[in-house]
């Protein structure tokens, strides 16, 4: 990540700009690039602006996971507005609650939760457009907007007049309430920039696996690469080393996705001695595991495969939730 970005306006345009046809987002059957995103939560500021809603303002939204999320989300940011996104769990009492306190001039939501906005639109002043997440108007006892139609009105580059800065709030997300009233976080653009920095660098998340697998594809016709020769810093202190900076281990990846994993692990006592203390861990809390080698091992080494994974690349499924019996998400946990 560029460390000359401060919003997340920033980030998006940048992105835009430099993989415009690269996968933001696979939802489902549905893929949305880079470009995609720019331009519909462009078009979804665009709207905002219109309806008066100025740098500093509120606009709520209460939706599950999906494409239409980040397109309120990010372009309610865009033009320095807050995004309060609203708990898909809570009922009328707490939606009024935080309605009444952040005061949105827009309120957004999925079609099953229209009926929490007639049991409190009018006990919501603030609110003067409603928002439905479908693809078209439904019958309702309220006026509202479609979504889809909104973010696909094609409304050009956004030019903010008055833009965000890294200091401003980006997101104000708001506790359950447990223990009282829900309570507002405010986080600002430069906290979710250096979170997601942070994230990038530690986890590292790139474009490497998908850019490996297009030039294999492009230049020997295969769609599978093997990766050889991790950094020792980037592997298991149990890794076999090759040299004093690499490993005897490789990845998998598949169409743009890391399928398998493995590589030689060390069979000397001495040298896992050596590794463990390199890599700053407490010899005595791997006792159970070190002890065996003290009497010899063969050579030997491991795998893992991500069968879900290879199955959701190989019959091009739009999730890995769809190769799983039993997926689990933020709506589902227990079988």
């Known amino acids: 990540m560029e460390r000359d970005l401060q919003t997340t306006r920033d980030l998006v ?3 835009a700009a430099k993989y415009p046809d690269t996968p933001f987002l696979n939802f489902y059957d549905e893929i949305i690039t880079y470009r995609d995103l720019d331009e519909r939560t462009d078009a979804f500021a665009h709207y905002l602006l219109a309806k008066g809603v100025k740098k500093g303002d509120a606009v709520s ?6 494409p239409y999320f980040f397109y ?3 372009g309610a940011q865009k033009i320095g507005a807050m995004a309060v996104p609203i708990s898909c769990w809570w009922q009328a009492p707490e939606v009024e609650f935080l309605v009444n306190e952040c005061k949105p001039k827009v309120l957004a939501l999925d079609p099953e939760y229209a009926h929490i906005v007639s049991a409190i639109k009018d006990k919501i002043p603030s609110v003067e457009n409603i928002i439905l997440n479908a693809p078209s108007k439904m019958e309702l006892d309220y006026s509202h907007e479609s979504l889809h139609e909104i973010v696909s009105s094609g409304s050009g580059k956004l030019v ?11 997101t104000v997300m ?12 405010m986080i600002t653009h430069r906290n979710i920039l250096f979170a997601s920095r942070i994230k990038t660098e530690r986890v590292q998340v790139h474009q490497g696996e998908r850019i490996l697998c297009d030039w294999a594809l492009k230049e020997h016709g295969v769609e599978a690469v093997f990766i050889f020769g991790w950094p020792r810093k980037k592997r298991p202190f149990y890794t076999y080393p090759l040299d004093a900076r690499s490993t005897m281990s490789f990845d998998l990846l598949f169409r743009g996705l890391e399928v398998t994993t493995g590589g030689r692990r060390i069979n000397e006592y001495s040298m896992l001695l050596e590794n463990i203390e390199l890599f700053g861990l407490d010899p005595s809390s791997l006792r159970d595991y070190i002890q065996i080698f003290k009497y010899g091992s063969p050579p030997h080494g491991g795998f893992a495969i991500g069968l879900e994974r290879l199955t959701q690349k190989i019959l091009g499924l739009g999730s890995v939730k769809e190769a799983s019996l039993f997926p689990r998400d933020r709506r589902r946990i227990r079988p």
């Open 72 to 74: 309120t989300l990010l």
């Open 174 to 185: 708001y506790t359950s309430g447990t223990t009282g009233k829900p309570k507002g976080v």
């Open 61 to 66: 939204f209460m939706m599950i996971n999906s």
């Open 160 to 170: 903010p007049q008055d833009p965000p800065a890294a200091r401003n709030v980006a």
């Open 13 to 15: 345009d940048a992105n």
